[in-house]
C-alpha cells in the first residue's frame, strides 16, 4: 500500500505531502483562492506525475534498446472542464524532446508503449480525458 502523509504549514492552503520514504513536494491555492502559490496546485501534479511516470517508462525502455539517451524534456499541458465543479481534465497532451542520437523508430516505440500501456497516470487520466502525445529528437 502506497501511503502518503500530508500536513498543513500555514494557515492557508499549504500542505507538505511526504512519502514513506521522506520525499516531500508542496501543494498550495492560487492567490484569487486564498493561497499563495507557495507549491504545486493539486490538479497541476497530476500533470507533474503523468510526465515522471513516463520519463521512467522511455527511459528504461530507451535503456532496454540500447539507445543513447543523452536528455529528456517532457512538456505536459491540460484542459479542464469549464464551469464544472469538479473540474476534471478533458484533454491532456504530453510532448517529448528526446536528446541524442537516437533511431526514430526506437524512440516511438518507447513513447508509444508508455503513453497507451506502461504509465499507471495516464491510464488514470484518460478516463476523463483525451491524452495524446507527440515526440522530438534533437541530435
Known amino acids: 500500500m502506497i501511503t502518503i502523509e500530508l500536513e498543513r504549514i500555514d494557515a ?3 500542505v507538505e505531502a511526504t512519502n514513506e520514504t521522506g520525499n516531500k513536494i508542496l501543494l498550495d491555492g492560487s492567490p484569487q483562492d486564498g493561497g499563495h502559490n507557495r507549491g504545486m496546485r493539486p490538479m497541476q501534479t497530476l500533470l507533474a506525475a503523468m510526465g515522471g511516470c513516463s520519463a521512467i517508462d522511455v527511459i528504461s525502455i ?3 534498446q540500447r539507445e543513447n539517451l543523452r536528455d529528456i524534456k517532457i512538456t505536459v499541458t491540460g484542459e479542464r472542464e469549464k464551469n464544472a465543479t469538479p473540474s476534471l481534465y478533458t484533454e491532456v497532451h504530453a510532448h517529448f524532446k528526446l536528446f541524442g542520437n537516437l533511431d526514430k523508430d526506437k524512440v516511438n516505440k518507447a ?3 508508455s503513453m497507451e500501456k506502461y504509465c499507471s497516470v495516464a491510464k488514470t487520466l484518460e478516463k476523463t480525458a483525451k491524452v495524446t502525445y507527440s515526440f522530438e529528437i534533437i541530435d
Do not use: I, N
Open 12 to 14: 492557508d492552503f499549504a
Open 62 to 64: 530507451l535503456r532496454k
Open 111 to 113: 513513447v508509444s508503449l
